[in-house]
T-cell receptor, first 111, second 115 residues
């Protein structure tokens, strides 16, 4: 399983764009990059997933460079309700699809 | 609301006891995953079932076992409980035909406290 490295914490003001970068140097050919959000005492929530280039949905964008050794989750115009822990995961597109969570990035949005 | 239900929401029990946690996946989801989240270990994968069969095992202790029933609900059995088993236990479900293979839907969790 590819190991991921992401900042332990980040602070941002309301209304700003937040970019959280994740490093995954040992990513394999079959691996996908997935991001989850977790609020205290709640289960994680799927945000976005990508394999290469750029993926965008109604919540976030995911930028993946050509070498796929890193990825950046972009949250546009964050609000206080975006305060949460964000997990970057790398997992194979084949097999059991089990998820391995790291420490995540605790994002604090300041008014 | 993810569509995944877990009962009970809270459970307090004593060391040495046995408990059963229950999970009902989203309608139509065949895969069920169990995760444990504790303060020191973070969120850890325990075990996965797919359509009634065990598919993958993670860091699950021998004192723990699980099963998935024909109606696709799943139960996680924890026995000979120790203080260190106190944690949040999450169940998640997914469909293997999803466009995103790692899109799992997590339940609200069961908070287990062992005293």
């Amino acid at each position: 399983l590819a190991k991921t490295t992401q900042p332990i914490s980040m602070d941002s003001y309301e209304g700003q764009e937040v970019n959280i970068t994740c490093s995954h140097n040992n990513i394999a050919t079959n691996d996908y990059i997935t991001w989850y959000q977790q609020f205290p005492s709640q289960g994680p929530r799927f945000i976005i997933q990508g394999y290469k280039t750029k993926v965008t949905n109604e919540v976030a964008s995911l930028f993946i460079p050509a070498d796929r050794k890193s990825s950046t989750l972009s949250l546009p115009r964050v609000s206080l309700s975006d305060t949460a822990v964000y997990y970057c995961l790398v997992a194979s597109g084949a097999g059991s699809y089990q998820l391995t969570f790291g420490k995540g990035t605790k994002l604090s949005v300041i008014p | 609301d993810s569509g995944v239900t877990q009962t009970p929401k809270h459970l307090i029990t004593a060391t040495g006891q046995r408990v059963t946690l229950r999970c009902s996946p989203r309608s139509g989801d065949l895969s069920v995953y169990w995760y444990q989240q504790s303060l020191d270990q973070g969120l850890q994968f325990l075990i996965q079932y797919y359509n009634g069969e065990e598919r993958a095992k993670g860091n699950i202790l021998e004192r723990f076992s699980a099963q998935q029933f024909p109606d696709l609900h799943s139960e996680l059995n924890l026995s000979s409980l120790e203080l260190g088993d106190s944690a949040l236990y999450f169940c998640a479900s997914s469909t293997r035909t999803a466009a995103y293979p790692h899109e799992q839907y997590f339940g609200p969790g069961t908070r287990l406290t062992v005293t």
